[in-house]
């Protein structure tokens, strides 16, 4: 399985180890919308999103979504709560289409989990979610609303053209009309620019300077 291959996770595997893998994966295709799983669900497989958009949400009593994280291709998703073998502590949908690969974690764990490349694998994944977790703590905790654009803008440079105005607000855990002031801000800076598509960044040095100052 090629893409498998290419994905760090399994960049370690043989070829014989890879076509022993495909043996114990499915490859599915999701619309947006579509839900990867639900909060309690138990998790059954190892899930490898190759293309796309998933975002992590919890709902409160009102139904009302809140987002915790986007996550964007590639990457494994949920992978401590299959490891674990506790329930999905929040639930997963796409937000563009996309393709995950789902492994039947019990035969992967009977098959591969002795291997320790594969071993070593899930360490570096779970050292990148811990990573992710310090820099969504230093954004939403030590730097105020101009940083935090700056820099979320700054290490995510595609992101304008990824996400509507209202998700990237809701990665930055602020309102959308602060964020929306905050990249009029920019452009009268000459930070960015506005388009007909969006704001395009035009300045990314003067965004770091922005969020190094802090």
Same mark, same amino acid.
């Given at each position: 399985?090629?893409? &498998? ?10 070829? @014989? $180890?890879?076509? *022993? ?27 490898? /999103? ?22 964007? !291709? ?8 299959? %490891?674990? *073998?506790?329930? #999905?502590?929040?639930? !997963? ?11 039947? #974690?019990?035969?992967?764990?009977? $098959? ?6 594969? !071993? ?12 992710? &977790? $310090? ?15 700056? +820099?979320?803008?700054? $290490? ?6 990824? %996400? +509507?105005? #209202? *998700? ?16 009029? +801000?920019?452009?009268? %800076?000459? /930070?960015?620019?506005? @388009? ?10 003067? %965004? ?7």
């Amino acid at each position: 399985m090629p893409i &498998l291959k290419d994905f760090y996770f399994f960049e370690d595997l043989s070829d @014989g $180890e890879c076509s *022993q893998l495909l043996e114990i994966s499915k490859r599915s295709s999701y619309k947006k919308g579509s839900v990867l799983f639900f909060e309690k669900e138990e998790p059954t497989q190892l899930l490898v /999103l190759i293309e796309g958009v998933v975002k992590i949400y919890k709902t409160d009593l009102k139904n009302n979504e809140i987002v915790l994280r986007r996550f964007r !291709a590639p990457t494994i998703i949920a992978e401590m709560a299959v %490891l674990e *073998q506790i329930p #999905y502590p929040a639930s !997963a949908s796409f937000e563009t289409d996309g393709t995950v690969i789902a492994i039947d #974690y019990a035969k992967f764990k009977k $098959e591969f989990m002795n291997d320790p490349k594969i !071993a070593f694998s899930f360490v570096k994944s779970l050292s990148r979610k811990v990573k992710n &977790l $310090e820099e969504v703590i230093e954004l939403n905790i030590v730097l105020d609303a101009t940083a935090r654009v700056a +820099k979320y803008l700054h $290490e995510n440079e595609d992101i304008l053209n990824e %996400l +509507k105005n #209202y *998700q990237l607000a809701d990665d930055l855990h602020m309102t959308p009309e602060t964020l929306s002031r905050t990249l009029k +801000k920019f452009s009268v %800076l000459g /930070l960015l620019t506005k @388009g007909d598509n969006g704001y395009e960044i035009t300045n990314k040095e003067g %965004l770091r300077i922005l969020f190094d100052n802090e």
